[in-house]
């Protein structure tokens, strides 16, 4: 009988943390400059430039600890990691070994965060997956391979730069999803990073083993880089776990290596051997004194936002949202802001929700606009709401006026009156309509009262067609029912 296999995956997430400079010089961070157009003396590594620690990087991760349930020592300290490769300027890294300035935490996986055709799977739900620490160093320059030349753009080299370590607990491609889904959501409510993997702000490194189920020891260890989307690590990690599974389930051998994913082939690559670990020779770095930490978790606890799981529960009970509903409007803090400017006073905000996520989020996508580019205002959106709501346009009609709105930002009243949408309401035009319609459709009529009640459809079509569309359809239901039993 051929054993099963089961995965085991940790993950490294590099994640660069918002600030205005570089973390040991004041470079300024600033995506998509010239090359090699934010570079000085401490960050290109020239002889006699000195580091200064950047405060702020500091503060938000030890804020990205706390909001992650670390433990922050008293002090902590940098390092220098030491390695020669071009993206490295001084050939060592600074960077944290053995008092990073976040121990422990855990990533809670919810059920909102798995990818869509997994959720009705998941194996555990609200899984904490521990991590091992959080430190904090500087990022290396940016690499480009030409054909037969590399370039290097050292704008990149001295940024802050926080690397999450995880446990290897992670125990699916689906998992890993969730993981690095519910991570993104606490950087962004919390400001420290935008976690934009396009722009290379959020990098993942992933570790994943192959073993038989029930045995005590991990497979041969295996790490995959070049990950650029979320959803890039599960499909890399889905292939990755079939080939090793394949390879030892026919009694091949896996040897420790490094591999990089090619999305384009659906594959991932050898990139090199490692048969021993590296060693670093980590040691204390001399121009750097150690930090004592009281300050900043003073400062961290005082500014701590709310973060997704609380806001979830909040949109749930406060507005009466479905759980699907809460979480796609708290994934990002500021879509899960707008939304509550929109719901500000409304008498349904479950129907605010409605209008953001099946026409807003669409809208957005289709036009390649971000929620910052949106044309359609808060409160315009939720005065179109309250004139459904009131039964001043149709839903058909509210959905004309949406697109208007997108396409000029103008106040739905406005359109509804330019091109005359407002709906009759008045019961007295709409008894007349239901009477002609009535006496010119005896058949339907008779057959409603014989028992056929989908005959009332028919007659509830006509009026609105005689109404040019206008009459209220709730009016029309009540009154022809009413006439329809007298």
């Given at each position: 009988?051929?054993?099963?296999?089961?995965?085991?995956?940790?993950?490294?997430?590099?994640?660069?943390?918002?600030?205005?400079?570089?973390?040991?010089?004041?470079?300024?961070?600033?995506?998509?400059?010239?090359?090699?157009?934010?570079?000085?003396?401490?960050?290109?590594?020239?002889?006699?430039?000195?580091?200064?620690?950047?405060?702020?990087?500091?503060?938000?991760?030890?804020?990205?600890?706390?909001?992650?349930?670390?433990?922050?020592?008293?002090?902590?300290?940098?390092?220098?990691?030491?390695?020669?490769?071009?993206?490295?300027?001084?050939?060592?890294?600074?960077?944290?070994?053995?008092?990073?300035?976040?121990?422990?935490?855990?990533?809670?996986?919810?059920?909102?965060?798995?990818?869509?055709?997994?959720?009705?799977?998941?194996?555990?739900?609200?899984?904490?997956?521990?991590?091992?620490?959080?430190?904090?160093?500087?990022?290396?320059?940016?690499?480009?391979?030409?054909?037969?030349?590399?370039g290097i753009d050292f704008n990149r080299a001295g940024t802050p730069l926080m690397e999450i370590v995880t446990e290897p607990a992670i125990d699916s491609p689906e998992e890993a999803f969730a993981f690095l889904t519910a991570l993104k959501q606490i950087l962004e409510h919390g400001g420290v990073s935008d976690a934009d993997m396009e722009?290379?702000?959020?990098?993942?490194?992933?570790?994943?083993s192959v073993a038989p189920v029930g045995a005590r020891e991990l497979g041969t260890k295996i790490e995959i880089k070049n990950m650029n989307s979320i959803s890039g690590v599960r499909r890399a990690l889905a292939y990755?776990?079939?080939?090793?599974?394949?390879?030892?389930?026919?009694?091949?051998?896996?040897?420790?290596?490094?591999?990089?994913?090619?999305?384009?082939?659906?594959?991932?690559?050898?990139?090199?051997?490692?048969?021993?670990?590296?060693?670093?020779?980590?040691?204390?770095?001399?121009?750097?004194?150690?930090?004592?930490?009281?300050?900043?978790?003073?400062?961290?606890?005082?500014?701590?936002?709310?973060?997704?799981?609380?806001?979830?529960?909040?949109?749930?009970?406060?507005?009466?949202?479905?759980?699907?509903?809460?979480?796609?409007?708290?994934?990002?803090?500021?879509?899960?802001?707008?939304?509550?400017?929109?719901?500000?006073?409304?008498?349904?905000?479950?129907?605010?929700?409605?209008?953001?996520?099946?026409?807003?989020?669409?809208?957005?996508?289709?036009?390649?606009?971000?929620?910052?580019?949106?044309?359609?205002?808060?409160?315009?959106?939720?005065?179109?709401?309250?004139?459904?709501?009131?039964?001043?346009?149709?839903?058909?009609?509210?959905?004309?006026?949406?697109?208007?709105?997108?396409?000029?930002?103008?106040?739905?009243?406005?359109?509804?009156?330019?091109?005359?949408?407002?709906?009759?309401?008045?019961?007295?035009?709409?008894?007349?309509?239901?009477?002609?319609?009535?006496?010119?459709?005896?058949?339907?009529?008779?057959?409603?009262?014989?028992?056929?009640?989908?005959?009332?459809?028919?007659?509830?079509?006509?009026?609105?067609?005689?109404?040019?569309?206008?009459?209220?359809?709730?009016?029309?239901?009540?009154?022809?029912?009413?006439?329809?039993?007298?």
């Amino acid at each position: 009988m051929t054993p099963s296999y089961t995965a085991t995956i940790g993950l490294e997430v590099h994640v660069q943390l918002r600030t205005a400079s570089k973390m040991f010089c004041g470079c300024g961070v600033e995506y998509g400059a010239p090359p090699n157009a934010r570079v000085c003396p401490v960050c290109l590594g020239l002889p006699g430039a000195l580091p200064v620690m950047n405060e702020e990087a500091l503060r938000k991760t030890v804020l990205t600890g706390l909001m992650l349930g670390c433990s922050i020592p008293e002090v902590s300290k940098f390092d220098r990691k030491n390695y020669f490769y071009p993206d490295m300027p001084k050939n060592y890294q600074i960077s944290q070994y053995d008092l990073p300035l976040c121990s422990g935490g855990a990533v809670v996986l919810h059920d909102a965060a798995y990818p869509r055709d997994a959720q009705r799977e998941i194996a555990v739900h609200d899984k904490a997956v521990p991590l091992v620490r959080i430190h904090l160093e500087e990022d290396v320059a940016k690499s480009t391979h030409f054909e037969t030349t590399t370039g290097i753009d050292f704008n990149r080299a001295g940024t802050p730069l926080m690397e999450i370590v995880t446990e290897p607990a992670i125990d699916s491609p689906e998992e890993a999803f969730a993981f690095l889904t519910a991570l993104k959501q606490i950087l962004e409510h919390g400001g420290v990073s935008d976690a934009d993997m396009e722009k290379g702000q959020l990098r993942c490194d992933c570790n994943v083993s192959v073993a038989p189920v029930g045995a005590r020891e991990l497979g041969t260890k295996i790490e995959i880089k070049n990950m650029n989307s979320i959803s890039g690590v599960r499909r890399a990690l889905a292939y990755e776990i079939a080939r090793q599974i394949g390879i030892v389930s026919a009694g091949g051998a896996l040897q420790q290596e490094t591999r990089r994913w090619d999305d384009d082939s659906g594959q991932t690559q050898l990139m090199r051997i490692k048969e021993m670990a590296h060693d670093y020779r980590y040691f204390p770095d001399p121009d750097l004194l150690p930090v004592r930490t009281a300050r900043w978790v003073g400062e961290a606890w005082a500014s701590m936002p709310e973060l997704p799981a609380a806001r979830r529960a909040r949109f749930a009970g406060e507005y009466g949202l479905t759980d699907y509903d809460a979480g796609v409007l708290s994934a990002e803090s500021m879509l899960g802001d707008w939304f509550e400017r929109a719901a500000e006073g409304a008498a349904k905000p479950k129907l605010i929700a409605n209008w953001v996520i099946n026409d807003l989020l669409s809208a957005l996508s289709a036009a390649s606009r971000t929620l910052v580019e949106c044309p359609v205002q808060p409160a315009q959106l939720r005065a179109l709401a309250q004139l459904v709501d009131d039964g001043k346009v149709n839903l058909s009609q509210a959905k004309e006026v949406f697109a208007a709105m997108f396409e000029s930002g103008r106040d739905p009243v406005e359109i509804v009156k330019e091109r005359g949408l407002e709906q009759v309401s008045d019961l007295g035009e709409i008894e007349g309509f239901c009477d002609e319609v009535m006496a010119a459709n005896p058949k339907p009529v008779a057959d409603y009262r014989a028992g056929n009640a989908a005959s009332v459809n028919f007659l509830k079509g006509q009026v609105m067609k005689r109404s040019k569309g206008k009459a209220n359809p709730k009016v029309i239901g009540e009154i022809l029912e009413r006439k329809l039993a007298g």
